[in-house]
T-cell receptor, first 115, second 108 residues
Framework: KAGVTQTPRYLIKTRGQQVTLSCSPI?????VSWYQQTPGQGLQFLFE???????NKGNFPGRFSGRQFSNSRSEMNVSTLELGDSALYLC??????????????FGQGTRLTVV | LAKTTQPISMDSYEGQEVNITCSHN???????ITWYQQFPSQGPRFIIQ???TKVTNEVASLFIPADRKSSTLSLPRVSLSDTAVYYC?????????FGAGTTVTVRA
């Protein structure tokens, strides 16, 4: 079956702009989570959606937001981009959530560069 | 959320067994121990998950002692392609908290 698809793979934006990243989960998966990975901070949890509802949120400013559609596809938006937002943004999907006894499948990520 | 501690890096040679030990002293009753592998510029990949004793799949084994305060990931007969970062996580809710991971370098 097809894996988790993230688009675009690479993106260059200017400070102050906003960006939207897309994630298509594995068919049948209802949970989608987003992570930010930087060399300095490592992999950090942004938020998780399940059946169109945000179920969990990490410690990121309100400039980071997301949503999930009825087909489980998810988008992540970052407004007023800062240089420090440059990172690899990863999306992960799972059947019911990344909790116990479940496996999360990650996409290849979107590499965002803010200049 | 229970914090995990694992070595920053490990070196090995092709054909050897690699064992990575992770400490999770504050693990809770409902927590599961999960390991992920990540190659550069790719998303992490699930390796194995366990609750107690021993779990084995086609790529690795996971050993968890009775007190569950630590766990050991065992990679048998590694190859150059096993060079990656390995993350130990303790999971019981809807988010994964990744630590710094262990960079395993396999040499010929």
């Amino acid at each position: 079956k097809a894996g988790v698809t993230q688009t675009p793979r690479y993106l260059i934006k200017t400070r102050g702009q906003q960006v939207t990243l897309s994630c298509s989960p594995i068919s049948g998966h209802r949970s989608v989570s987003w992570y930010q990975q930087t060399p300095g901070q490592g992999l950090q949890f942004l938020f998780e959606y399940f059946s169109e509802t945000q179920r969990n949120k990490g410690n990121f400013p309100g400039r980071f937001s997301g949503r999930q559609f009825s087909n489980s596809r998810s988008e992540m938006n970052v407004s007023t981009l800062e240089l420090g937002d440059s990172a690899l943004y990863l999306c992960a999907s799972s059947v019911r959530g990344q909790g116990q006894n479940t496996e999360a499948f990650f996409g290849q990520g979107t590499r965002l560069t803010v200049v | 959320l229970a914090k995990t501690t694992q070595p920053i890096s490990m070196d090995s040679y092709e054909g050897q067994e690699v064992n990575i030990t992770c400490s999770h002293n504050n693990i809770a009753t409902n927590d599961y121990i999960t390991w992920y592998q990540q190659f550069p510029s790719q998303g992490p990949r699930f390796i194995i998950q366990g609750y107690k004793t021993k779990v084995t799949n086609e790529v690795a084994s996971l050993f968890i002692p009775a007190d569950r305060k630590s766990s050991t990931l065992s990679l048998p007969r590694v190859s150059l392609s096993d060079t990656a970062v390995y993350y130990c996580l303790v999971v019981n809710d809807y988010k994964l908290s990744f630590g710094a991971g262990t960079t395993v370098t396999v040499r010929a």
